[in-house]
């Protein structure tokens, strides 16, 4: 059983099969339930893994496929839970469904000898069962991936014929490991300037929840300023959690802990659920995108996943702890 990914293998599914059909119904399914979610436990990309796993194994174990049905729901809530053993039941259940909601949007769209109509509805009768939803969000889910409907069926129909398996080539991608009959894959630099971004600057700004307020941003700007982890104006920071493009949004990073923590500190943020990168964007790209180092160069290779220096952690916990902060607190 693989373990849950990292931030670093979500960038490298996302910036590998970005446009793939299956990917984009995850992006849907993942849309209708991340606001009612206590704690954002999966990513889009990884719905993707496991979808993709479950269409596999049906793809090529179709003797077993129906038994192998019946149990997927218990298999995919102690998979989750083993993951998050603190997580709400709830979105347990609403993250098994979201997974078992395109796996059964795919069936529908294709009609393979052995993935019967019987089969179909398992699926998808497991995804209603499971979850105590009213039925205008079970029709929102329905309609939202219908909308995914034509990209894959074009994809799924393709698929069955071919000898790949989309599961073994997302697990190549996040470990690096060689294509079949093939070297490894390395970008090339092409004499391009290694301080410098290789590809367009990434203006996208994070969304936050509304109990983080103008207040809650001050405060925190203020903090990291005194303490010498940021330098800029209170106006560009502010920015930085719009959820809109914003090219003039740039703070500098004063390295005081070195980059890895910049990438700590705001994936610590994004844990607590009440600041959300949008859908389709990572964590690393948006961070590089409007913040530069002391020397005005803007900051890079924030995918790597390095570990943050360990005497940040407990300043980082404060910082959280104040975008936590009552509002009624913020003026004590």
């Given at each position: 059983m693989?373990n849950k990914?990292n931030?670093?293998?979500?960038?490298k599914?996302?910036?590998?099969?970005?446009?793939h059909?299956?990917l984009?119904?995850?992006r849907?399914a993942?849309?209708?339930?991340?606001?009612e979610?206590q704690?954002?436990?999966?990513a889009?990309e990884e719905i993707?893994l496991?979808?993709?796993i479950?269409l596999n194994?049906?793809?090529?174990?179709?003797?077993?496929?129906e038994q192998?049905?019946k149990?997927l729901?218990n298999v995919?809530?102690?998979?989750?839970?083993?993951w998050?053993?603190?997580a709400?039941?709830e979105d347990?259940?609403?993250?098994s469904?979201?997974?078992?909601?395109v796996?059964?949007a795919v069936l529908c769209?294709?009609h393979?000898?052995?993935y019967?109509d019987e089969?179909?509805?398992?699926v998808?009768?497991?995804?209603k069962?499971n979850?105590?939803?009213d039925?205008?969000?079970?029709e929102?889910?329905?309609?939202?991936?219908?909308?995914?409907?034509?990209?894959l069926l074009e994809w799924?129909s393709?698929?069955?014929e071919?000898?790949?398996?989309?599961?073994?080539e997302?697990?190549e991608?996040?470990?690096?490991?060689?294509?079949k009959?093939g070297?490894?894959r390395v970008a090339?630099?092409?004499?391009?300037n290694?301080?410098?971004?290789?590809?367009?600057?990434?203006?996208?700004?994070?969304?936050?929840?509304?109990?983080?307020t103008?207040?809650h941003?001050k405060?925190?700007?203020m903090?990291l300023a005194?303490?010498?982890?940021?330098?800029g104006?209170e106006a560009?920071?502010?920015?930085?959690?719009?959820g809109?493009?914003?090219?003039?949004?740039?703070?500098?990073w004063?390295g005081?802990y070195?980059?890895?923590t910049?990438?700590?500190?705001?994936?610590?943020?994004?844990?607590?659920?009440?600041?959300?990168i949008?859908?389709g964007?990572s964590?690393?790209?948006?961070l590089?995108g409007?913040f530069?180092d002391q020397?005005?160069?803007w900051?890079?290779?924030?995918n790597?996943g390095?570990?943050?220096?360990k005497?940040?952690?407990?300043l980082i916990v404060?910082y959280?702890?104040?975008l936590?902060?009552?509002?009624?607190r913020l003026l004590?």
């Amino acid at each position: 059983m693989q373990n849950k990914l990292n931030q670093n293998q979500i960038e490298k599914i996302n910036e590998r099969f970005h446009d793939h059909p299956l990917l984009v119904a995850c992006r849907q399914a993942f849309e209708c339930y991340e606001a009612e979610m206590q704690r954002l436990l999966f990513a889009p990309e990884e719905i993707f893994l496991e979808a993709a796993i479950i269409l596999n194994k049906l793809l090529t174990e179709p003797e077993g496929a129906e038994q192998y049905v019946k149990g997927l729901w218990n298999v995919l809530k102690v998979k989750i839970r083993r993951w998050e053993p603190e997580a709400p039941q709830e979105d347990v259940n609403k993250i098994s469904s979201a997974i078992l909601y395109v796996v059964a949007a795919v069936l529908c769209q294709h009609h393979h000898h052995f993935y019967n109509d019987e089969l179909k509805d398992m699926v998808l009768g497991i995804a209603k069962k499971n979850i105590s939803t009213d039925h205008d969000e079970e029709e929102r889910v329905i309609l939202e991936l219908s909308r995914c409907a034509d990209g894959l069926l074009e994809w799924f129909s393709d698929y069955c014929e071919s000898s790949e398996r989309l599961s073994d080539e997302i697990l190549e991608a996040i470990a690096n490991e060689k294509p079949k009959g093939g070297k490894l894959r390395v970008a090339k630099n092409n004499g391009e300037n290694p301080d410098k971004p290789s590809k367009p600057r990434e203006t996208m700004t994070f969304m936050r929840k509304p109990e983080v307020t103008e207040g809650h941003l001050k405060l925190l700007f203020m903090k990291l300023a005194q303490d010498g982890w940021i330098s800029g104006n209170e106006a560009d920071f502010k920015a930085l959690f719009s959820g809109k493009r914003d090219e003039d949004c740039i703070v500098t990073w004063m390295g005081k802990y070195g980059k890895s923590t910049l990438v700590e500190l705001f994936n610590r943020f994004v844990q607590t659920g009440l600041v959300i990168i949008p859908v389709g964007y990572s964590l690393s790209s948006i961070l590089e995108g409007h913040f530069k180092d002391q020397n005005g160069q803007w900051l890079i290779g924030l995918n790597k996943g390095d570990a943050p220096n360990k005497k940040a952690l407990p300043l980082i916990v404060e910082y959280v702890k104040l975008l936590q902060l009552k509002p009624d607190r913020l003026l004590s």
